[in-house]
């Protein structure tokens, strides 16, 4: 597993970690291990298919954040909301899914840009590639791909970066 973070001065992103997860529960236990680097007010863009594991690493993320809210995905509600808990503060974690919006006009009706810039929060956008050139400039970008040989319907290609 790589897990080098060193940044490159030309392209301001870091050197990508990559990491194979064989199960729901390896993916959760990435999600939790993610989480312990995040701080208040950070973006975390999930990229990948249906089924490829970006709410299975939310609920990751959330366990580390002692979040007691049942985590699902919020693909009609667009946004959820969890109460965490991060230096013995609660911390709001939103939770968005982008699969449904179609454009500028209804990210900015449901307050996207108010949402990634609220410095007290830490927000996990699902389907970010969808964001139409809105994603904040700094943001973690999380990749999930799944098994293309066919071979193993559990297997996840996890590519975690962070670009500034």
């Not at 970690?17 to 999600?31: A, F, N």
């Not at 699902?126 to 943001?139: F, K, L, Q, V």
Request: proline share 2%.
């Amino acid at each position: 597993m790589d897990t080098d973070t060193h940044t490159s001065a030309d392209t301001h992103q870091a050197i990508p970690e990559t990491h194979i997860s064989l199960s729901e529960e390896e993916t959760v236990d990435l999600g939790r291990s993610f989480a312990s680097q995040l701080h208040r007010g950070d973006v975390v863009a999930l990229i990948g298919d249906l089924g490829a594991g970006k709410t299975e690493f939310v609920r990751g993320v959330c366990s580390f954040f002692e979040v007691e809210e049942i985590v699902s995905s919020p693909t009609y509600t667009i946004i959820n909301q969890y109460n965490g808990t991060f230096d013995n503060e609660t911390i709001q974690i939103y939770h968005l899914d982008l699969y449904r919006v179609k454009s500028k006009a209804e990210l900015a009706n449901i307050g996207f840009d108010e949402c990634t810039d609220a410095p007290d929060s830490i927000k996990l956008i699902e389907w970010a590639e969808r964001a139409n050139g809105s994603m904040p400039r700094s943001h973690y970008a999380i990749t999930f791909t799944t098994d293309d040989t066919g071979n193993d319907d559990n297997k996840r290609i996890i590519t975690i970066q962070k670009a500034s």
